[in-house]
């Protein structure tokens, strides 16, 4: 199974410092306790190469062009409506670059929000600065027009890999120590859109994740 060094962007980065801040003054259970927990869970897995395990999937061109994008799916709080429950509560998006330096690929981390009115995705939009009607010229492998994969397709739970786009790769070059796919480092990359270098262990996330 592939692994994969995770680019956490910094409002991600603070939002988990906040739901840890959050969990550690509630009972063990409370919800920023389970979202802290559903947050690391979903980082662990998107470094393992494990997003089926997560009903991944590849999104598409909806009110925002995500196409570029996946989400996995976390159980957060139970959902319902009636008698049916409505499945896992949170997303987590992401999306996935070609190595430069013969490492292990990276993986771009970009939100993490309850699935209620779309919020995953108007977060991500914001962050990727793609307003209403926005569209991506092209994926690279995949034709303009491609269409949803509903089910998701075996092979296509994960995002199509892009090459590194310049705004990273010059982050990533003016970064100390650019992170292996083992590890514990994690440094502020100094450049827009910032990101977290982040190295994985093979112990639960820690406190940057």
Do not use: W
């Amino acid at each position: 199974m592939t692994k994969y060094r995770l680019l956490v962007r910094p409002e991600l980065r603070h939002q988990l410092a906040e739901l840890q801040r959050a969990a550690a003054s509630q009972p063990t259970g409370g919800l920023r306790d389970r979202e802290f927990r559903a947050l690391r869970l979903g980082l662990r897995a998107l470094a393992n190469g494990d997003e089926e395990s997560f009903n991944g999937k590849r999104l598409r061109n909806a009110d925002h062009d995500l196409s570029d994008c996946a989400e996995i799916k976390l159980s957060v709080i139970p959902e319902s409506r009636g008698n049916q429950e409505l499945g896992p509560s949170h997303r987590l998006l992401y999306r996935e670059f070609e190595p430069e330096d013969g490492g292990p690929p990276y993986r771009e981390v970009i939100s993490f929000e309850p699935r209620k009115d779309d919020r995953p995705f108007k977060v991500a939009a914001a962050r990727l600065a793609r307003p209403l009607g926005f569209k991506l010229e092209s994926i690279q492998g995949v034709p303009a027009t491609h269409p949803r994969h509903t089910p998701t397709a075996p092979g296509n739970a994960a995002p199509i890999r892009q090459p590194l786009p310049p705004d990273l790769r010059k982050a990533l070059a003016a970064a100390s120590n650019p992170a292996p796919a083992r590890g514990a480092i994690s440094t502020e990359v100094p450049t827009q859109p910032q990101s977290t270098i982040h190295r994985r262990s093979d112990d639960p996330p820690a406190r940057e994740r």
